[in-house]
């Protein structure tokens, strides 16, 4: 399809480049995605491609992935962001992020026919978007991924969710002088507050709650583990999905191994929220991203 949008660039980034965008319809099992491609004018051998988490769609809370693809391709890092099959503007049946690994390979193959130079992409992901991405490395061990930026990784479970409830939520609030006013003053059902708290440690003391032979968080593991590029974990400091996985590659030897690895980086960004909402915070993780691209990525491929 043809170009959708030319901009020039206006933010003060260094060496900034003119981009364009262009709209895309590709295939993937008989249904049509869509997705946009913001294209420098001098394209850099490694494109990065959003993973979109969550129902939503390729533009992202307050428009994050379009800011984020357009600051990159200012910057010579041609940038795809799709939506998956049954979201958005594509047809199909919506899936479970942990089932989309043929449309991420749809889109790479859409990606660098839009983009000849890209040679290889890196996948951006956020919560269960940067699940997924681990998850497609574990199942396509041979496609051209240089690198993965995961920002806060989902690793839900009626454990983790438990353990986290405990040790940030309530374990905070008990030191909250806010907490004990409305106590004393009736605005919170001491009832209410109880069950919560116990229903959250009965959970948190389960042995386990992984029924299925091969869960989701063991796939996101072997993926990594077989993958030898680079990543990047941008952790955000207030979210309860970001201390889910501290929590949780902390407690497992193997996880707390492969986080070790010298192919891992982290940024973490104490005053952010999940999705990275204030001005402040979305330029951390960008010019973050930037500066691990140019660092460790861009020239190795």
């Not at 260094?14 to 995605?33: K, N, P, Y």
């Not at 919560?127 to 989902?154: E, F, K, Q, T």
Request: charged fraction near 25%; hydrophobic fraction near 45%.
């Amino acid at each position: 399809m043809s170009c959708a949008d030319r901009r020039n660039a206006r933010c003060g980034d260094r060496c900034a480049l003119t981009m364009i965008e262009q709209a895309l319809s590709f295939e993937c099992a008989g249904d049509v995605l869509i997705g946009i491609v913001s294209i420098p004018e001098r394209t850099r051998d490694i494109g990065v491609l959003v993973i979109v988490g969550g129902p939503q769609y390729r533009v992202g809370s307050h428009r994050q992935f379009v800011l984020l693809a357009r600051r990159l391709a200012r910057q010579g890092f041609a940038t795809m962001r799709f939506d998956y099959r049954g979201m958005g503007d594509s047809s199909g049946t919506p899936r479970p992020f942990d089932q989309v690994s043929d449309d991420i390979d749809a889109a790479i193959a859409a990606f660098r026919r839009a983009c000849p130079a890209v040679a290889a992409v890196v996948l951006w992901g956020l919560c269960d978007a940067a699940s997924a991405a681990l998850i497609y490395v574990d199942a396509r061990r041979s496609a051209p991924v240089a690198g993965m930026v995961l920002a806060n990784p989902w690793v839900r479970s009626g454990v983790t969710i438990a353990k986290a409830q405990i040790r940030h939520y309530y374990a905070a609030r008990i030191f909250e002088r806010t907490f004990w006013a409305k106590l004393v003053r009736g605005e919170v059902g001491m009832r209410r507050a109880l069950r919560g708290f116990v229903s959250a440690a009965q959970n948190a003391t389960r042995a386990s709650d992984r029924g299925a032979p091969r869960s989701f968080q063991e796939r996101m593991a072997s993926g990594l583990s077989a993958f030898h590029g680079q990543v990047l974990i941008v952790s955000s400091g207030r979210d309860l999905t970001a201390r889910e996985f501290d929590d949780y590659s902390r407690a497992d030897p193997a996880w707390r191994a492969l986080l070790a690895r010298k192919t891992i980086d982290r940024c973490d960004i104490e005053d952010s929220d999940h999705t990275f909402s204030s001005d402040a915070s979305r330029d951390r993780v960008e010019t973050a991203t930037m500066e691990w691209l140019e660092r460790r990525v861009a020239g190795a491929v």
